[in-house]
């Protein structure tokens, strides 16, 4: 079997939630952070480790950023088969990068610019040696509340016991077969996943956890960009 390694990054969103009021109409992954933009510096953070072949970042048709914010950078390349949800985007990417059954594939958001040399290492090392893969992760540390109904979903319903609970992070990190296979059932099945993990899961897998860092958060809102440079 082969242990050959390619890296994912769908990049076909536009982050909505990043986007502050009267902002240019940027898609997040291309808003520098420090100089650099965000999907650049996710991109680097993967090449940090030499067992990665390829990266493969995954965009939208018609996308006129990414030859720029990815030019120079070695074992990159860019395609524009980006899907309607970040399921479809890596299932296109997954079919276009012509990974064997049994090659592995490292999907990593292009809005967690904060991974770490280490971080990446440990799980690519986990993985190689576990039977269905894994992915970093984070556990819960704070008390967890479930809000109210849908009508008043800010009032307290209950503490959730957060023993056993994990924040998952990318990146996950599957045999390239049965992730494409996980995530076309997932969508015949009609499941909407918003992560790799949950369509190995739905196919009655246990991916392996491992721990991730702080640092490796994903950048979601405005505030999150001032916190990330200061990471960086």
Known sequence: MSDTLIAIVPAAGVGARASQPGAQALPKQYRLLDGQPMLRRAVRALLADDRIA???VAVSAGDGWVEEALQGLPRT?????????????????????GAGEHDWVL???????GLTPAA???????C???PVGGLLALPVADTVKAGGSAQDPCRVARTVDRQGLWLAQTPQ????GLLGRCLAAA???GLAVTDEASAIEAAGHAPCLVTGEARNFKVTWPDDFELMERWL
């Open 128 to 130: 190689l040696a576990d």
């Open 107 to 113: 999907v990593h958001d292009a809005a967690r610019p």
């Open 173 to 176: 990190m599957f045999r390239a």
């Open 77 to 97: 390349v860019w395609r524009p088969c980006g899907g309607a949800t970040r399921a479809g985007t890596v299932a296109n990417a997954l079919a276009d990068s």
């Open 120 to 126: 990446l290492a440990r799980l690519i090392d986990a």
């Open 187 to 189: 969508v015949q099945g």
């Open 54 to 56: 390829q990266v493969r």
